[in-house]
């Protein structure tokens, strides 16, 4: 049997990301989002999140490329000059393993979000984190520390087998490679450590922003056994700090494209959000509730 999460990211980005998850899941199989609780359209994102029960929401921690939740001055090894969180996520790296301080500044800003996240209201699904920050050592043993308190069972781990993407389209090569492997494979030993939830294989790195309903429905064709995750970028359209190499409205019409759904309804398939499926190796049995048929 094979379970499967259908993750939207970037909740809270913006209105066009909002109206494309609240799509998603009511008329496609979109079974989950991850919320920027600091995006300049997170309370948008949760009020939506409260309208969709069966909608199971996380948090999509940004420590790279956004605004902290923190006042920038209690974040200051970590933001520019204009109080945004700094892009240069190899220096930010060295710099949280060089300095004391920084991680201690780095330390709270995870805090003040998963704590911005329970003060929302919301039921905390699962935690990843923007540009998939969580596989610095650093980011991710804070993240193992600080989330339980919070609530925290379930994290995405990026390992994206090959050998289903070649089955897709033939020649292709996973995002998550020999350089990428280590860490993914760091962090999964950490995750059993702490007794968190890690589905075995996720897909998305190699076509981000470009997940085409033939890919999609592919991918759902060819999942291994096990707790699978596809995550995407949906969006009505382009908007404000988008990407212009994302085709946003295309994932979006691949969450809901009729051949995307037929796939879906394998027998042996069920969908959920993480919350649905308490153990890996129990993917075969999703919380009714929250299991979509389609």
Same mark, same amino acid.
């Given at each position: 049997?094979?379970?499967?999460?259908? =993750? @939207?990211?970037?909740?809270?980005?913006?209105?066009? !990301?909002?109206?494309?998850? &609240?799509? /998603?899941?009511?008329?496609?199989?979109?079974?989950?989002?991850?919320?920027?609780?600091?995006?300049?359209?997170?309370?948008?994102?949760?009020?939506?999140?409260?309208?969709?029960? =069966?909608?199971?929401?996380?948090?999509?921690?940004?420590?790279? &490329?956004?605004?902290? !939740?923190? +006042? +920038?001055?209690? !974040?200051?090894?970590?933001?520019? &000059?204009?109080?945004?969180?700094?892009?240069?996520?190899?220096? !930010?790296?060295?710099?949280?393993?060089?300095?004391?301080?920084?991680?201690?500044?780095?330390?709270?800003?995870?805090?003040?979000?998963? *704590?911005?996240?329970?003060?929302? /209201?919301?039921?905390?699904?699962?935690?990843?984190?923007?540009?998939? #920050?969580?596989?610095?050592?650093?980011?991710? $043993?804070?993240?193992?520390?600080?989330?339980?308190?919070?609530?925290?069972?379930?994290?995405?781990?990026?390992?994206?087998?090959?050998?289903?993407?070649?089955?897709?389209?033939?020649?292709? $090569?996973?995002?998550?490679?020999?350089?990428?492997?280590?860490?993914?494979?760091?962090?999964?030993?950490?995750?059993?450590?702490?007794? %968190?939830?890690?589905?075995?294989?996720?897909?998305?790195?190699?076509?981000?922003?470009?997940?085409?309903?033939?890919?999609?429905?592919? %991918?759902?064709? #060819?999942?291994?056994? /096990?707790?699978?995750?596809?995550?995407?970028?949906?969006?009505?359209?382009?908007?404000?700090?988008?990407?212009?190499?994302?085709?946003?409205?295309?994932?979006?019409?691949? %969450?809901?494209?009729?051949?995307?759904?037929?796939?879906?309804?394998?027998?042996?398939?069920?969908?959920?959000? #993480? @919350?649905?499926? +308490?153990?890996?190796?129990?993917?075969?049995?999703?919380? *009714?509730?929250?299991?979509?048929?389609?």
């Amino acid at each position: 049997m094979k379970g499967l999460i259908v =993750t @939207a990211d970037d909740f809270g980005a913006a209105r066009e !990301v909002n109206d494309a998850v &609240e799509i /998603g899941h009511r008329r496609g199989i979109l079974t989950a989002a991850s919320l920027m609780i600091g995006a300049p359209a997170a309370a948008d994102a949760i009020a939506r999140a409260r309208r969709l029960p =069966t909608l199971r929401v996380g948090l999509h921690l940004v420590l790279v &490329e956004g605004r902290p !939740v923190l +006042p +920038p001055a209690a !974040v200051s090894r970590l933001v520019r &000059e204009d109080g945004w969180l700094r892009c240069d996520m190899a220096r !930010v790296g060295a710099l949280i393993a060089a300095s004391r301080e920084a991680r201690r500044q780095l330390a709270a800003e995870i805090t003040a979000q998963f *704590a911005a996240f329970r003060d929302a /209201g919301l039921t905390l699904d699962h935690c990843n984190a923007h540009k998939h #920050f969580h596989l610095h050592p650093l980011v991710a $043993r804070l993240l193992c520390e600080i989330g339980p308190r919070f609530g925290l069972r379930a994290v995405r781990l990026p390992l994206e087998p090959a050998r289903v993407l070649r089955r897709v389209e033939p020649g292709t $090569r996973s995002a998550s490679g020999p350089l990428l492997k280590p860490w993914v494979l760091a962090l999964r030993r950490r995750l059993r450590a702490r007794g %968190l939830l890690a589905p075995d294989q996720v897909f998305g790195l190699r076509w981000s922003g470009q997940m085409t309903r033939s890919r999609l429905r592919a %991918l759902i064709r #060819f999942l291994p056994a /096990g707790l699978s995750e596809i995550y995407l970028h949906p969006a009505c359209g382009p908007y404000a700090g988008g990407s212009p190499a994302y085709g946003y409205r295309e994932e979006l019409e691949a %969450l809901g494209a009729p051949e995307v759904i037929a796939a879906c309804r394998d027998p042996a398939l069920r969908l959920g959000g #993480f @919350a649905d499926f +308490p153990m890996a190796h129990a993917a075969c049995e999703p919380a *009714a509730a929250s299991a979509r048929a389609h």
